[in-house]
C-alpha cells in the first residue's frame, strides 16, 4: 500500500516514520510520501487560504492549490487505484470496519485541511472521478486533519499482513467481535494487593475464554450499550446472554 498525505505542516506527520509504521516502512510493506501543500502556491506568500463566501468566521482553503497538488499526486485519475481521503469534523464516523475496508487500496491519499476546511468544489471534484471519503475521527473539533491521518494510518496499517508480530492481535481487537476488549493481565501476580483473576492461571483455556467472553460483556454493556445493540441477533449464545 501507498500512502501519500498533503498538508501544509509536514512535520507533523514525523511520527508515520517512528515504531511499527516505521518497520512497516523499512520492510517495504507500504511507503509513505509526505507533502507540503505550498509546493504548489505560485505567489510570494504561498497563500493557501482566502476569506469564506458568505462571510462567517475563519477562512477556507483554496481550491486551485489543492487541484494542483492533488492533481500532481494521485496522476491520472482514471481507473485510479487510489481513495482519496478527506479528514473533517462533517464526516461519516472512521471505525474499525472502515479500517479494514480501506486494506484493499492499494493507495490512500490523504487531504489535510486546517482553517475552517478546504473548499467543498475540491472534494466534489474529485468524487466525480474517484472514491472519495469524507471522514470524522470523532465527535469533537480538531484543529486541522493531520492528528486524524495520523490516528486512521496506524488503525489501516496495522490490519495488513505482516505489520503486526501476531496476526492473532488484529483478529481478536477490540471491535473485531463486536465488542470491547476485557481487561488484561501479567506479572506479577498480585501487584499492590491486588491480585491477577485466579482463572487466568488455571490452564483451563475454555474457563479463560469464558471469563474473557464474560468480562468484555460486562464492559461492553456499562461502556458502550450501542455496541451489544448494534450486533446481529446470533452474535450473542445463551452463555452469553446469562452475563
Ligand atoms: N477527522 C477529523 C476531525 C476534525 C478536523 C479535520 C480536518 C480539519 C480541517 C480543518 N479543521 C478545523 C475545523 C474547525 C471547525 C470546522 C471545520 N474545520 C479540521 C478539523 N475535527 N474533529 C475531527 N474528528
Not at 514525523?14 to 505560485?42: K, Q, S, Y
Not at 472502515?98 to 473548499?119: K, M, N, P, Q
Not at 484543529?143 to 486524524?148: F, P, Q, R, S
Request: aromatic content about 6%; glycine content about 8%; proline content about 9%.
Amino acid at each position: 500500500m501507498r500512502i501519500d498525505v498533503v498538508t501544509i505542516f509536514p512535520s507533523y506527520l514525523a511520527p508515520l516514520r517512528e515504531a511499527l509504521l516505521g518497520r512497516a516502512i523499512d520492510r517495504g510493506l507500504i511507503e509513505v510520501a509526505v507533502h507540503d501543500l505550498r509546493d504548489w502556491t505560485h505567489d510570494v506568500h504561498q497563500a493557501v487560504d482566502d476569506s469564506p463566501y458568505g462571510g462567517g468566521p475563519g477562512m477556507v482553503m483554496k481550491p486551485q492549490v489543492w487541484g494542483e497538488a492533488l492533481d500532481s499526486v494521485i496522476g491520472p485519475v482514471i481507473d485510479s487505484p487510489a481513495r482519496l481521503v478527506v479528514p473533517t469534523p462533517a464526516g461519516r464516523p472512521f471505525t474499525q470496519q472502515l479500517a479494514h475496508e480501506w486494506t484493499s487500496a492499494e493507495r490512500l491519499v490523504f487531504a489535510c485541511g486546517r482553517y475552517e476546511g478546504i473548499d467543498q468544489r475540491v472534494v466534489d471534484h474529485y468524487a466525480q472521478r474517484m472514491p472519495v471519503d469524507e471522514v470524522s475521527i470523532g465527535d469533537y473539533v480538531l484543529v486541522g486533519g493531520e492528528v486524524a491521518v495520523l490516528v486512521m494510518v496506524e488503525a489501516v496499517v496495522r490490519l495488513l499482513p505482516g505489520v503486526l508480530g501476531n496476526p492473532r492481535s488484529a483478529a481478536e481487537d477490540s471491535f473485531s467481535d463486536g465488542l470491547l476488549e476485557g481487561p488484561a493481565y501479567t506479572r506479577p501476580e498480585v501487584w499492590r494487593d491486588l491480585p491477577v483473576p485466579p482463572v487466568l492461571r488455571s490452564g483451563d483455556h475454555a474457563a479463560v475464554d469464558r471469563w474473557r467472553r464474560d468480562r468484555a460483556l460486562e464492559r461492553t454493556a456499562r461502556l458502550r450499550p450501542d455496541l451489544l445493540a448494534a450486533l446481529p441477533p446470533d452474535a450473542l449464545d445463551e452463555a452469553d446472554r446469562a452475563v
